[in-house]
């Protein structure tokens, strides 16, 4: 308590604020760090999301900091462990409960309401559901959650944290549904999941030389190999229907899958999926976040309100709104951070990190890491520790680089 009554006087003297401003700022500041921001997984106990925002706001000049200010208390969003746990537990009920009902009441020529009316079709969606394979992509996609929030539902044995699966476990997940469901049972559907995405680019793009890459392409080739080793006992049925489901995505990012999914899954070459399913309907999120979010900045996937620049890299701008801490971002930002990062950064087309991966622009924190497509000001960190050029608000723990 000791500690954040300092942290708060330390901002209200960088802020230059008067008793008055400093007694309405400390309230806002109280709340949101108790509820939300003091629960960011980099803090340490005794030095939180206060202590964090006196060292950032420091940084800037004495009239930059309001603009900052005002950003972090106007435009951030945070996405809390409570509300990220609330859209992991959705992801069953809401996105594949539906989607299974309705593929059970085809089967049987009756209405979606209907398959619950009778144990037959109770039966059968129970079956249904069974012969789904929830595959996690990353760490993001907590399937320690899942798992939890459907007990009783979801076997262990259809569920798997990632998606580089030894022959062993193929054979595994393959006995205990056969040993369920009869000799001939595979899964007919198969569930990717992932807990965000911004860009879209993560999960499938065209690289130069004209092949796709990405955590799509990687997965049928998984697939295949798996196929080859196993043969018949491999669990998955040829064909089979494969579901994207991101937890949170942006609109750009919907957008970018919506254009680029289809036309590769249909290229590729003796896939094993089904690609028209996987275009039409196998594309779902969680929380679909609104093409208002981008820091003043929207992707030219989006049809973008208001008043619209074309500038370079492909970014439309709306300078009517966060023009200041445009300006900010650009004034304070160190080119290190896009040498540090330039493998990845060139592959995806960019000439600078400004804006975040993929020009992004967002302002947006997520309780277990900050991703690269946030503006760099509330992640980068650059420079020496006696000499920094960019200092975080939220630590970002980097795989790139």
């Not at 594309?283 to 619209?308: A, H, R, Y």
């Not at 900010?328 to 975040?356: I, N, Q, W």
């Amino acid at each position: 308590m000791i500690a954040n009554t300092l942290a708060l006087n330390l901002i209200a003297k960088v802020m230059d604020w008067d008793d008055i401003e400093a007694t309405q700022e400390y309230e806002w500041l109280r709340l949101m760090a108790g509820v939300k921001y003091d629960g960011y997984s980099d803090f340490a106990a005794g030095a939180g999301f206060s202590e964090a925002l006196v060292d950032w706001l420091h940084q800037f000049q004495p009239a930059d900091r309001k603009v900052a200010y005002r950003f972090v208390k106007e435009r951030l969003v945070y996405i809390s462990s409570a509300e990220m746990q609330r859209v992991i537990e959705s992801f069953l009920p809401e996105v594949v409960t539906p989607y299974l009902r309705r593929c059970v009441a085809e089967d049987n020529g009756i209405e979606a309401h209907e398959v619950w009316a009778t144990a037959e079709h109770a039966k059968a969606f129970s079956d249904r559901m069974r012969r789904c394979l929830f595959v996690g992509l990353s760490d993001g996609s907590r399937i320690d959650i899942l798992r939890r929030a459907n007990a009783g539902r979801l076997s262990q044995e259809q569920v798997i944290p990632m998606m580089n699966v030894d022959n062993e476990k193929w054979r595994s997940l393959g006995k205990d549904l056969r040993d369920e469901q009869g000799h001939d049972a595979k899964f007919q559907d198969v569930y990717l999941i992932d807990d965000f995405t911004a860009s879209g680019t993560t999960f499938v793009r065209i690289k130069e030389d004209g092949l796709p890459k990405g955590k799509l392409p990687k997965f049928e080739n998984i697939i295949q190999e798996a196929k080859k080793a196993i043969g018949d006992d491999f669990p998955i049925a040829d064909g089979f229907r494969l579901h994207i489901h991101h937890y949170i995505s942006t609109t750009q990012a919907r957008a970018a899958l919506d254009e680029r999914v289809g036309s590769v899954a249909s290229d590729m070459v003796n896939r094993s999926f089904d690609a028209e399913f996987l275009s039409q309907d196998g594309l779902t999120e969680g929380l679909l976040l609104g093409d208002d979010l981008p820091l003043g900045f929207l992707s030219s996937d989006i049809k973008p309100q208001g008043k619209v620049e074309v500038e370079s890299d492909g970014l439309r701008s709306n300078r009517s709104s966060d023009e200041d801490m445009i300006k900010l971002c650009e004034d304070v930002y160190d080119p290190a951070l896009f040498k540090r990062l330039e493998k990845h950064c060139r592959e995806a087309g960019m000439s600078t990190m400004c804006y975040g991966y993929g020009h992004c622009a967002l302002p947006l924190i997520l309780e277990h890491n900050t991703p690269n497509n946030s503006v760099p000001l509330l992640w980068a960190e650059t420079g020496t520790p006696t000499k920094p050029l960019m200092r975080p608000l939220f630590h970002r723990r980097d795989r790139h680089g």
